[in-house]
């Protein structure tokens, strides 16, 4: 796999220049590590099988027929490239997945990133073809690509037919990356290796749960794939362990800038003449304010783009576990704040439970959230009726802003709030560092 990915740059300026068919393998916008992993795997796996079936006598047999991306097989010189569907300044804030790559030895500074790649370029010239992983329709500031699809990987339902000739998986499993693997499982020996191998299992074990039933998203399948990885790779890390480290990973903003952590998971509500941002913040609101620089920091990033005012909703855990909601709603125009303000103190359905905290600037009102159950999810309603906008079963779409990070129902209410305790990030980071380490869980430091 490492060497596949750093050889991507050069296998794609080589097919640039001689006029070569560039195969892109590219997941969705929010390019979580479902995405990302989908389409590093399945981009070597399809190298891999072309190089095995030309290296075999016959190769347009029985091994290209079967593992082929669609119903014509790619040209032989065809450039095999995964397309992380984000600008790479984007990269640092899916913390989950640069964790997990850089544990697996793939060099971030190799991958190709959608601002670095010219995918309508290369369709206007007839070079190429797109296979879409976890996500089968394009936006439509894409829609002339989707002549160039060939194949689509998707674990949805699907909301439109395919041409003919484009080969269509779409299958209810937990995960995308189990769709891969079963592609993978069913190619020519030999070609999983142990790094594809690890991405792929803490990949389905993040998007299902560490395969808890009673978080409703894992199935059969993706039981069978994780089975699978571990028969074949004894070595991978104990299914806790790696969840727990992968989990810490997507919380831990502790390398990200004041500009990153708002856009990590930013929503924007409009109205006919403003914007505001709601932001979820991954620290209690005490650590988020003592930031340096902080006031000038939200003073920036407003102006930049035009947002009128900022809600930062923030979410840690204490000492047993159990999480923390914490409120700053912030703007230099004391009409919008004081509006913003009175609609979240005053809600009843559901109650916020606020109780106003100290501010260290006029600009920022703070709160503490009692009803730590009313998630970002069931605030934007009551922020779009402060701003005089549609309620929460119309309106205009978030503005054009990179897609959050997919978080689960640690932050969003779903059965796995219920099924699984909350984790602190602390002490998952601590417990991992004392198995790397070697230590027994629960011994002395």
Not at 164 to 181: D, M, N
């Amino acid at each position: 796999m490492q060497r596949f990915v750093e050889g991507n740059r050069a296998a794609l300026q080589e097919s640039i220049r001689h006029h070569r068919e560039v195969h892109v393998v590219m997941g969705n916008e929010a390019c979580d590590l479902d995405s990302t992993v989908s389409a590093l795997a399945l981009a070597y796996f399809l190298a891999k099988v072309r190089e095995t079936a030309l290296g075999t006598k016959g190769g347009s047999g029985d091994v290209a027929q079967r593992c082929r991306p669609s119903q014509t097989a790619p040209a032989p010189t065809a450039a095999f490239v995964p397309v992380l569907n984000i600008p790479r300044a984007d990269f640092a804030l899916r913390t989950e997945t640069t964790f997990l790559l850089r544990e697996q030895g793939v060099p971030a500074a190799a991958l190709v990133f959608r601002d670095e790649i010219d995918l309508g370029g290369l369709h206007r010239a007839g070079l190429l073809a797109l296979t879409l992983v976890d996500h089968h329709v394009l936006p439509g500031a894409d829609a002339a690509l989707e002549e160039a699809v060939v194949e689509v990987l998707d674990h949805r339902p699907l909301e439109r037919d395919r041409a003919p000739g484009c080969r269509v998986t779409a299958e209810p499993v937990g995960s995308c990356a189990t769709l891969v693997t079963e592609r993978i499982a069913q190619g020519p020996p030999g070609v999983l290796d142990g790094p594809t191998a690890a991405l792929l299992h803490g990949t389905i074990l993040l998007d299902c749960v560490n395969l808890s039933a009673a978080a409703g998203k894992v199935t059969p399948r993706d039981v069978a794939c994780v089975s699978l990885l571990e028969e074949r790779f004894p070595e991978l890390p104990a299914r806790d362990t790696i969840f727990e480290a992968l989990q810490a990973a997507k919380f831990d903003v502790s390398g990200l800038t004041t500009e990153q952590m708002l856009r990590k998971d930013l929503k924007v509500l409009s109205s006919d003449e403003l914007l505001l941002a709601v932001s979820a913040i991954y620290v209690d609101l005490e650590t988020f304010l003592r930031r340096p620089g902080l006031l000038p920091a939200l003073e920036a990033f407003c102006r930049a783009r035009g947002y009128a005012g900022l809600v930062a909703m923030t979410i840690s855990f204490n000492e047993r576990n159990e999480p923390t909601r914490q409120l700053a709603v912030y703007s230099q125009r004391e009409t919008l704040r004081s509006a913003v303000c009175r609609a979240l103190e005053e809600e009843a359905s559901p109650s916020l439970q606020l109780q106003p905290l100290a501010s260290p600037w006029p600009c920022v009102a703070t709160y503490a959230q009692g009803n730590a159950l009313a998630s970002r999810k069931k605030v934007l309603p009551v922020l779009r009726a402060a701003l005089g906008g549609p309620g929460p079963a119309g309106g205009p779409e978030d503005e054009a802003v990179p897609p959050p990070t997919p978080m689960n129902s640690l932050v969003e209410e779903c059965p796995l709030a219920q099924a699984v305790p909350p984790l602190c990030p602390q002490d998952v980071l601590e417990r991992v560092s004392r198995i790397a380490a070697g230590q027994p869980p629960g011994s002395p430091k």
